[in-house]
């Protein structure tokens, strides 16, 4: 099946700095890639949608200035999380669309981040 | 706004009966609905979906049922095996949009 590969799988980073994270399609391309965020007990909530060669759309509620995605191939799209604080301490993963086909959703591996 | 209830975190089941495992939503509009299974370190993976013109899908040891009228979903794992332990996330979408709706998830460990 397709793989999406996600790094880094965990960061500890100080508060105020940027933390970047790459979500790759390995075996397809993938015009839209989404990215969630789970906090502990809750449930996978959508951050963005990330469309290559155009600005990603945000989720209400969601900062663009503070959670930047780039999404520049039809591989790679990366999240950016600037001047990070505890509070964005999360589970961040990214999936990719397979085909346009709802059940082609693949998912990354995740990322947890941890901020002090 | 949690339009994809899971109201079980965790579920425990004997190896060989059957496990159920349930979701809730609040979007009438919800057409399209879906089961990822999670095993820890690595991402969701599609188990098993079901579109709302049909109330019943089945794949295997693996069915799903939908109850429109109750906007009620439940996936079935019979017989379940101790492989099937996994956290498994209930998804909803509406139309094209890409827009996918999940649960918190529900911890299955199914014991031998």
């Known amino acids: 099946g397709a793989v999406v590969s996600q790094h880094p799988s965990w960061v500890i980073c100080k508060s105020g700095t940027s933390v970047k994270i790459e979500c790759r399609s390995l075996?397809?391309?993938?015009?839209?890639m989404f990215w969630y965020r789970q906090f502990p007990k809750q449930s996978l909530m959508l951050m963005a949608t990330s469309n290559e060669g155009s600005k990603a759309t945000y989720e209400q509620g969601v900062e663009k200035d503070k959670f930047l995605i780039n999404h520049a191939s039809l591989t790679l799209s990366t999240l950016t999380v600037t001047s990070a604080h505890p509070e964005d301490s999360s589970f961040y993963i990214c999936?990719?669309?397979?085909?346009?086909?709802?059940?082609?959703?693949?998912f990354g591996s995740g990322t947890q981040l941890s901020v002090l | 706004d949690q339009q994809v209830k899971q109201n079980s975190p965790s579920l425990s089941v004997q190896e060989g009966r059957i496990s159920i495992l349930n979701c809730d939503y609040t979007n009438s509009m919800f057409d399209y609905f879906l089961w990822y299974k999670k095993y820890p370190a690595e991402g969701p993976t599609f188990l098993i979906s079901?579109?709302?013109?049909?109330d019943k899908n089945e794949d295997g040891r693996f069915t799903v049922f939908l109850n429109k009228s109750a906007k009620h979903l439940s996936l079935h794992i019979v017989p379940s095996q101790p492989g099937d332990s996994a956290v498994y996330f209930c998804a909803a979408s509406e139309g094209n949009n890409n827009d996918m709706r999940f649960g918190a998830g529900t911890r299955l460990t199914v014991k031998p």
């Open positions: 079901i579109s709302s013109i049909k």
């Open positions: 999936s990719a669309r397979d085909q346009g086909l709802r059940e082609k959703l693949f």
């Open positions: 075996d397809f391309q993938a015009t839209t």
